[in-house]
Each structure stands twice: as C-alpha cells, then as structure tokens.
C-alpha cells in the first residue's frame, strides 16, 4: 500500500508565495519521479514541475522563475515553493510520484488527492 499526501494550499494575494508539500509512504521501494500537476476549471490536467531522484528539474514555461521544486529523498518527499502568484496560476495542485512498490519491478504513477490554490485579490 502507498500513500501520496499533499499540503498547504489555499487563498493567495496577486504577487504572494505559498507552498506545497507532498509525502510519499508505504511499500516504496524507489521513487523515481515526483512532480507537480495543476487543473484549472475547465481545463485539462497539466504538468507543471517535476524533479528526479538525481536532482534534475524540468518546468512549464510559464512558472520559470516564480515556482521551485525542491526534494528530499531520504523522505520522500517534494516540496513546491511558488512565489510571485498570478490568477492564473489558480487550479488544483495535485503531487504525482512515480515509483517502484516494494517486491516488484514495476513503475506505478500514483497521485496526491489534489489542493486547491486560488490567487485572488
């Protein structure tokens, strides 16, 4: 069994910072990527960020610059800072890991339950 959990989130002035947090657990034998996705209403999911487990990074055109992610490995965990948040950056932020169960060989994606950002004045 493995667990993906985010947190923080929520309500953001224009020009504000928030951050994310998002813990893998379980039967986890390596986690190869963790990454960020966002689905704004209406709008199809997306890839915003992610990182791999050397510490290379790829992001969305339009957060370079203003998100960072960040990640333990001893914890598992990914870490999402956002700074200088724009309207648009308004969606559910949902934490993807892919890994390796443990006593297996194969890849699973698994999924945070998703947080919602919302920046507005």
């Given at each position: 069994?493995?667990?993906?959990?985010?947190?923080?989130?929520?309500?953001?002035?224009p020009?504000?910072?928030?951050?994310?947090?998002?813990?893998?657990?379980?039967?986890?034998f390596?986690?190869?990527?963790?990454?960020?996705?966002?689905?704004?209403?209406?709008?199809?999911?997306?890839?915003?960020?992610?990182?791999?487990?050397?510490?290379?990074?790829?992001?969305?055109?339009?957060?370079?610059?203003?998100?960072t992610?960040?990640?333990?490995?001893?914890?598992?965990?990914?870490?999402?800072?956002?700074?200088?948040?724009?309207?648009?950056?308004?969606?559910?932020?949902?934490?993807?890991?892919?890994?390796?169960?443990?006593?297996?060989?194969?890849?699973?994606?698994?999924?945070?339950?998703?947080?919602?950002?919302?920046?507005?004045?």
């Open positions: 069994q493995v667990h993906v959990v985010e947190s923080g989130g929520g309500l953001v002035q020009g504000g910072s928030l951050s994310l947090s998002c813990a893998a657990s379980g039967s986890i390596s986690i190869y990527v963790m990454g960020w996705y966002r689905q704004a209403p209406g709008a199809q999911r997306e890839l915003v960020t992610d990182i791999d487990s050397g510490g290379s990074t790829n992001y969305e055109d339009s957060v370079k610059g203003r998100l992610i960040s990640r333990d490995n001893a914890k598992n965990t990914v870490y999402l800072q956002m700074n200088s948040l724009k309207p648009e950056d308004t969606a559910v932020y949902y934490c993807n890991a892919k890994l390796v169960v443990a006593t297996t060989t194969v890849t699973y994606d698994y999924w945070g339950q998703g947080t919602l950002v919302t920046v507005s004045s």
